[in-house]
């Protein structure tokens, strides 16, 4: 007797592929991770979980609606001390792409506490596309504009096509909103990998069917199965880079299709879909393959084409996706290429790792600058020898306006795979964290990231950090100021177009928790809070998850003063007994007292509870 009953549904997919599927290959990436030969062979920097989001910071907007309500005050002196956030925003624009809504998430977690969204899925159940709509669908590379997109055709080639081209965009537009180079589609019966190359214009697609590759009796035949062939495109996934900013650059400007799948679903007659007919696809052979751990993977192989193109679509309310624009070389709109096969290049991963070893140093692995070197930057200072940038920033520091200066006109400019600039994959209630070097000084640091809507509290947070300029390197973060950049940068369905640069302060408490014991910490915490409130700033979003811990020295830090208030009376005064109208006014310093106190309080429980 079986349990299992038909799949009817996307969420019966979901739960069938998660059973069978996806935590076996968590499982066996788990595995993999633990052993030391196989972590860097596989070049492994953590391992995943499968997700329905990317939860990389999202902001609450139940959260943020109460607090856009309250108004920014001025103090007595005219200066913009706000007793509260910054005005209210207008509502937030929609995410690029639909970046949000695809089915499921591989989430690289990293050993460094970052999790990134390495690949994304969607999942289509088998009756709504079936297993020879798929390969007839996708025999032969696509250009929607010019074989689907208001094509009015007949038969059952035509309607895989539209199926194929509504599928296939829908997921790529996710991806495109994600900025995740790698996805597929999952129909239970048949894969579809996909793969969007430096230029964006273009997808490249295998089709996979574990049933028919699968083969009795073969010694291979594992590597041939679902589980095998999908770990080993999530493989390829992890180890990729991040797209570069001109890749996102090329992307926005990428025309839409408006395009429902269900919608195209409906106008195909169910005579042309039940048909009989032979499948036309050919299982995989993989000629020479050698039986190793490490040689599974399989690589996309790009074409030789000089010809680009793409679309999406949107499969669950009818939306504008992007799509590609005519470029200048051809009339052609979009190409999706069919791969000819998964690629083994033997010896591909010795080689990978040689050249890993003596390859030029990147941002991604670069060191921040101390608060120290940064702090003489910010204020014309001493330089840090100290700093592990110390030999490339020079004699002495340059100025800290010449400073944004070069770094607002580098970010414009230095947009290739190479560029100084990329996600930390951070965020916090508002915006994101990006790791920034200036290439002509060395100087590295972050910068705080947000998108139009959010200005107004960016420049509110720049002005707490200037109130708390004598505690800048120690409690809180050095800031060197913020800039309006030329050209936007992207990242998890956000388009950034204001940075606040600030020093690295360390990672959020919650991933260090092992490298610290519970009494140090509430010491450092309470003493980081006072100070920043001896200079009259009530934080008023106290909580664990805006408290850093550097490793090494072992500071604590304080981050995240978008909602914070300047008070201007100091919060631990004492009533005087010869003021006038005592009660009204020792009435008013009594509950300042009673907030800055409440605040400090509340903080040390929660981190003592944390820890």
């Excluded at 994304?120 to 010019?146: F, M, Q, W």
């Excluded at 260090?512 to 519970?518: A, L, P, R």
């Amino acid at each position: 007797m079986t349990l299992l009953s038909p799949i009817s549904s996307e969420i019966g997919l979901r739960n069938f592929e998660r059973d069978t599927v996806e935590n076996t290959v968590q499982k066996l990436i788990d595995e993999a991770y633990k052993n030391p030969r196989l972590r860097d062979d596989l070049g492994l920097q953590g391992t995943v979980t499968f997700e329905s989001h990317t939860n990389l910071g999202e902001t609450d907007d139940s959260l943020s609606e109460d607090l856009d309500r309250m108004p920014i005050e001025r103090d007595d002196t005219g200066q913009p001390g706000s007793a509260s956030t910054p005005p209210s925003r207008k509502p937030r624009r929609r995410a690029r792409g639909k970046g949000n809504r695809a089915d499921q998430f591989c989430i690289y977690r990293l050993s460094d506490g970052r999790n990134i969204p390495a690949l994304a899925i969607e999942y289509k159940a088998p009756h709504k596309l079936e297993r020879n709509e798929v390969v007839t669908g996708l025999a032969s590379e696509i250009r929607p504009e010019r074989d689907v997109i208001n094509k009015n055709g007949e038969g059952f080639a035509f309607a895989c096509k539209a199926l194929a081209a509504a599928v296939v965009t829908q997921l790529f537009s996710y991806m495109i909103g994600k900025g995740i180079q790698y996805g597929y589609v999952c129909t239970g019966e048949a894969f579809v990998f996909l793969h969007i190359p430096d230029d964006p214009t273009t997808v490249y697609y295998q089709v996979c069917i574990p049933n028919l590759d699968v083969i009795d009796n073969d010694e291979n035949r594992l590597c041939r199965t679902a589980v095998a062939q999908v770990f080993a495109f999530i493989v390829q996934a992890l180890r990729a880079k991040p797209p570069p900013p001109s890749w996102h650059d090329a992307a926005a400007d990428l025309g839409t299709w408006a395009v429902e799948y269900n919608d195209v679903l409906r106008n195909i007659p169910e005579s042309v879909r039940k048909e009989a007919r032979a499948s036309p696809y050919k299982p995989q052979r993989w000629q020479g393959f050698k039986r190793s751990p490490i040689r599974t993977s399989s690589r996309c192989k790009q074409l030789d084409t000089n010809e680009g193109g793409r679309d999406e679509s949107d499969d669950d309310e009818r939306e504008t996706q992007p799509s590609p624009t005519p470029r200048r070389s051809t009339r052609s709109t979009a190409l999706w290429s069919s791969r000819t096969g998964l690629s083994r290049e033997q010896g591909h991963n010795r080689r990978g790792r040689q050249e890993d070893q003596v390859r030029e140093r990147t941002i991604q692995n670069r060191p921040f600058c101390t608060s120290e070197c940064l702090r003489g930057l910010a204020l014309g200072g001493s330089m840090d020898e100290t700093c592990p940038n110390f030999k490339d920033h020079g004699h002495r520091h340059i100025k800290r306006k010449q400073f944004l200066e070069l770094i607002c006109s580098q970010l414009a400019q230095d947009r290739g795979r190479d560029a100084d600039a990329t996600p930390l994959y951070l965020a916090g209630r508002i915006g994101a964290l990006f790791k920034v070097r200036l290439s002509s000084c060395g100087y590295t640091l972050v910068a705080k990231g947000v998108e139009m809507v959010d200005l107004a509290r960016l420049h509110h947070e720049k002005d707490i950090y200037n109130r708390l300029k004598p505690i800048q390197g120690t409690q809180v973060p050095v800031c060197l100021g913020m800039v309006d950049l030329e050209l936007p940068y992207y990242h998890n369905s956000g388009v950034y177009k204001h940075f606040l640069f600030l020093s690295w302060a360390g990672r959020p408490l919650f991933d260090t928790i092992d490298q610290i014991t519970k009494a140090n910490i509430v010491k450092k915490v309470a003493a980081a809070y006072k100070e920043i409130q001896k200079l009259h700033i009530l934080h008023r979003d106290a909580e664990p998850r805006n408290i850093v811990h550097k490793e090494g020295n072992g500071k604590v830090m304080i981050v995240d003063f978008e909602r914070a208030e300047f008070r201007d009376r100091k919060p631990l005064g004492s009533l005087s007994p010869n003021a006038g109208n005592k009660r009204k006014r020792g009435g008013a310093k009594k509950q300042q007292k009673d907030d800055f106190a409440e605040e400090e309080e509340s903080v040390i429980l929660s981190v003592s509870r944390l820890v």
